[in-house]
């Protein structure tokens, strides 16, 4: 097993090589880890029961060499991914998967899943696709479904009281997660996308309470940077699975500043925080059923849906944005052609990029990413 | 943009019928356009739908024209006309392996809007009439509402897009069965109440009623007429299933589709009340598993007769399944909120008492024990995601159980020709047949 380091950047660096080493450990240890998936899924539930939250995911560029004998080519390569760590055995020190119902991959790879790999405890939690006030109400029922299916579990059940401590933590997380993301917006930025990527990895893959202490840690760190001198074009990133730093590094490698982010695995996994004050669940509920993946219906034009994106361009003054999909992601590429509309109308160019993740086509973009570069140089000037 | 991209029709595209009734499936196809075109001279308004959303019988009882925008798509591929369509959304930046069935339907609008407003010129049946309001719905996949959702970048058409809820296969159905109901009935008033405003007009529940029974009378001949296909020889053909479920699926409550299927209930019956089968000689009954057919190249299903073989029976565009409307639920609303969580749960409550058989696989074990079953195709389709993942598992529960049985995955597109030839589909077919035949002689 990896020997990781023990503070900061350097800790957060080898959490994100080493993403299951910690897990595993806790599990060798007699820890129960609950595998899940997506940006969906409140995690404040295991943590409330002293589990550990395990976010899925796959291997950027690893080929999918036995997915293909259960999955069909043309599901979500993301997917068939992490599926295809799944079935190699990768994934074993989970007790479980909680598997949200948030698109047509995943509602259908929960089948799949527990035909084939039979975990102890699964879940497929109805997330749904509207925010009607009915849509609230009827998310609160799954997420109360979904605890009492975990509690069953482990055999203990968590109070109002441990549901609002965890709850707690996750904001306190979520808190620090801001504040480094403050440090990306002077210029040049004190962090960088990779550095940031590390991070969040770290925090999707470890205990809420160690991930705390290393934020605060990596927090005080970046803040004591000096800053450079260097004046480097501003780059958002919008997309959905971004959990491998190689577009992060072929991006900045290329002469940019990735300063602000929309990915799953980025600000939408951690943007909000929850508001307890009427109740845990409800808090709960209103809290994810707030995350802005294109897989949720928010009605309005795009003006309307995407001033959250509108609202990060200028706070963290990008210059341009990278739009990022997953090839076979229908609901990213029914967005992103308005989204596009959308920056273009605020004056930035957008650089469209779609991945197929397994056999990632990422080193094959950087002449792309060196002319979209040069077309921000040039409006710099 | 017509003469650049379109595509004459080559060939006859459709598959041989055996019955009567699917022979009249054309003109009633044809009427519907025509009569959904008409619907502005009517000071009607127009609603873009999809199929089984469960909101026919509240569009019928605010006299509002649906057009299934999905089934257009289909039509257009039947026709071979899809491509233009398909090119303009990808013109529009929509990636080629977006859901056929979207790609048509937004081209065919960003086209429209081009034109400011006018129909695509030789648009296939006259084409779709531009909407008044825009229903999706999240049962299926996600396409169903997204698709509607990114016409807002050619249209200001107000939108309603509903949950229809699927439970999970494993659920506590008795469990969730009433937060389920009370939030499948919130979204329905929901849409009463936009349709409402969008109409002007005020639903009347009482003619509501009579609409969802006269709905279960439909579906319950269509099912009577389904389950003589069980008969040896089988009297009618997936061929024929692929246009008779039109009706059912497109015109639920028009007062000619209860006459349709009570016809096609007789006309079965006939058939094998005197031993007609879809073919003289059957050898071979096959099932088309799930995946929504290849619409631009239908007569390839033709091509297993001449093996003997027959597709008796199907998992795609199936009938709903039977809802005993329970007499104390008087409110409408109810009722259809009930029967969605009663049918959407019943294959996945049958799955779990056979012993966690997913629901998809479930259903195909239930037609290859009813309808004496051979060998499965399936047909995985590029752009349909929804319809095509889960096939190999499918695959895996039924070789649990007919450790034996031939299961075909034929590949091509609902919609897009590039993806199909028909050369390697016929290789495929043949390998296929052969290995059927070896499977009935061994399992005689």
Known sequence: MAKIAQRGLIRARELYEHREARAQELANKGKKVIGYFCSYTPVEIFTALDIVPYRIQGKVGKPAEKAGQYLESIVCPFVRSCFDLAIGGEYNFLSGAVIPHTCDAMHRLYDIWKYHLKPPYSYSLYVPHMTHQASYEFFQKEIENLKTGVEQFVGRSASEKDLIRAISLHNHSRALLRKLYELRKQEPPLISGSEVMWVLIAGMTTPIQEFNELMEEVVAEVRNRKPSHDTKPRLLISGSEVDDDSLMRLVEESGANVVMDDLCTGSRFFWQDVDPSKGAIPGLAERYLGVTCPRTYRPGKAAQRFSYLGDFIREWKAQGVILYTIRFCDTYQLDAPEMKDYIQSLGLPVLFLEDTYVTSPIGQWKTRVEAFLETIEARRE | ?444
Request: net charge negative; aromatic share 10%.
């Open chain 2, 1 to 444: 943009m017509a003469e650049e991209t379109k595509t004459e029709p080559k060939q006859k595209t459709s598959s041989a019928k055996s019955t009567e009734s699917a022979k009249k499936i054309r003109y009633i196809v044809k009427r519907m356009y025509q009569k959904a075109q008409q619907a502005k001279e009517q000071n009607l308004k127009v609603a873009y739908c999809m199929v089984m959303c469960n909101y026919e019988e509240i569009l019928e009882a605010l006299d509002v024209v649906q057009v299934y925008t999905e089934n257009y798509a289909g039509l257009c591929a039947v026709k071979r006309e899809a491509e233009q369509y398909m090119k303009k959304a990808q013109a529009e930046g929509y990636s080629d392996v977006l859901c056929g069935y979207a790609q048509v339907g937004i081209g065919f609008d960003a086209w429209r809007h081009e034109l400011g407003g006018a129909m695509p010129p030789d648009a296939p049946d006259g084409g779709m009439p531009e909407p008044d309001v825009l229903l999706g719905c999240s049962m299926g996949c996600d396409p169903r509402w997204k698709w509607y959702q990114a016409l807002g970048r050619y249209k200001d058409t107000p939108i309603y897009n509903m949950e229809v809820l699927m439970p999970p296969s494993d659920a506590d159905f008795d469990a969730i069965k009433d937060y389920y109901v009370r939030y499948m009935a919130e979204e329905l008033r929901g849409l009463i109440a936009f349709l409402e405003k969008q109409t002007g007009k005020k639903m009347d529940y009482d003619r509501l009623t009579a609409i969802v029974k006269q709905v279960e009378e439909t579906r319950q001949w269509w099912r009577k007429a389904y389950d003589l296909r069980r008969a040896l020889p089988c009297p009618m053909s997936t061929q024929d299933h692929f246009v008779i479920f039109v009706p059912h699926h497109m015109l639920l409550t028009d007062p000619i589709t209860l006459d349709f299927y009570k016809g096609l209930y007789d006309e079965l019956k006939g058939r094998v009340d005197n031993k007609i089968g879809v073919i003289d000689d059957e050898r071979y009954r096959l099932l088309w598993g799930v995946g929504i057919p290849p619409w631009h190249s239908m007569y390839i299903l033709d091509y297993f007769q001449e093996f003997g073989a027959v597709f008796a029976a199907e998992t795609a565009y199936m009938i709903p399944e039977p809802f005993e409307m329970p007499a104390n639920v008087k409110d409408p609303v109810e009722l259809i909120a009930l029967r969605a969580f009663e049918r959407n749960s019943a294959m996945q409550r049958r799955g779990k008492e056979a012993g966690s058989i997913p629901p998809l696989a479930q259903a195909h074990l239930e037609r290859i024990r009813d309808f004496s079953i051979d060998g499965v195709v399936m047909h995985i389709t590029r752009s349909c995601r929804a319809a095509t993942m889960g096939q190999i598992l499918t695959r895996q529960v039924i070789r649990d159980h007919y450790p034996r049985m031939p299961v075909m995955f034929m590949e091509s597109d609902i919609v897009d020709l590039e993806t199909y030839s028909e050369a390697e589909s016929k290789n495929q077919i043949d390998t296929f047949m052969e290995m059927v035949g070896t499977y009935k002689k061994s399992s005689r």
